[in-house]
């Protein structure tokens, strides 16, 4: 079986754009995580859905959004782009409501710049 | 609420000598524990995970990590390390709905031949 899978591998935006980021979960997974990972650091929880509802939200602003399709696909918006905004941006799937011991499972990240 | 500390940004040991990596979690609850490593230009793979089903956990490519209650440490280990282990390492908890994962900042290992 396909693992997650993220496009595009890389982005270049200048600031204030937008972009939009996608990932495929693994087939039979219903859940999707987004993370940033800023470089040296661990990743920082964005958003979880599962069944297309929102299930946690990290402290990010509001300029960062997501969605979660019928066919559990998802799409991480970020809206008027800083800087600071330059990082990897991950995907993980995971099969859903099966409570903490849930693991997920990363795609190989979207490189985003930000100039 | 949850986090995890990893102590030692960079580790670096010979090849064949033990890999000793550390992570110490705060957890109001019973804590879910992760561990994961991170390739160059690469994403996360889980190398193993604590669920309270054992306190010894074994993962993949030789490792392993001990829940330890009485020192809020889940430490990993590899016996004798090998070139292909050079990568960075991440800890994570999962917070009591598994709705959200907290990574701690990963420790960079690098073998010496």
């Known amino acids: 079986d396909a693992g997650v899978t993220q496009s595009p591998t890389h982005l270049i935006k200048t600031r204030g754009q937008h972009v939009t980021l996608r990932c495929s979960p693994i087939?039979?997974?219903?859940?999707v995580s987004w993370y940033q990972q800023v470089l040296g650091q661990g990743p920082q929880f964005i958003f979880q859905?599962?069944?297309?509802?929102?299930?946690g939200r990290g402290n990010f602003p509001d300029r960062f959004s997501a969605r979660q399709f019928p066919n559990y696909s998802s799409e991480l918006n970020v809206n008027a782009l800083l800087l600071g905004d330059s990082a990897l941006y991950l995907c993980a799937s995971s099969l859903g409501g099966t409570g903490p011991t849930d693991t997920q499972y990363f795609g190989p990240g979207t490189r985003l710049t930000v100039l | 609420a949850q986090s995890v500390t990893q102590l030692g940004s960079h580790v670096s040991v010979s090849e064949g000598a033990l890999v000793l990596l550390r992570c110490n979690y705060s957890s109001s609850v019973p804590p879910y524990l992760f561990w994961y490593v991170q390739y160059p230009n690469q994403g996360l793979q889980l190398l193993l995970k604590?669920?309270?089903?054992?306190?010894l956990v074994k993962g993949i490519n030789g490792f392993e990590a001990e829940f330890k209650k009485s020192e809020t440490s889940f430490h990993l280990t590899k016996p004798s390390a090998h070139m292909s282990d050079a990568a960075e390492y991440f800890c994570a908890v999962s917070d009591s709905t598994g709705n959200q994962f907290y990574f701690g900042t990963g420790t960079s290992l690098t073998v010496i031949p």
């Open positions: 087939s039979g997974h219903k859940s």
């Open positions: 859905y599962y069944e297309k509802e929102e299930r």
């Open positions: 604590y669920t309270s089903a054992a306190t």
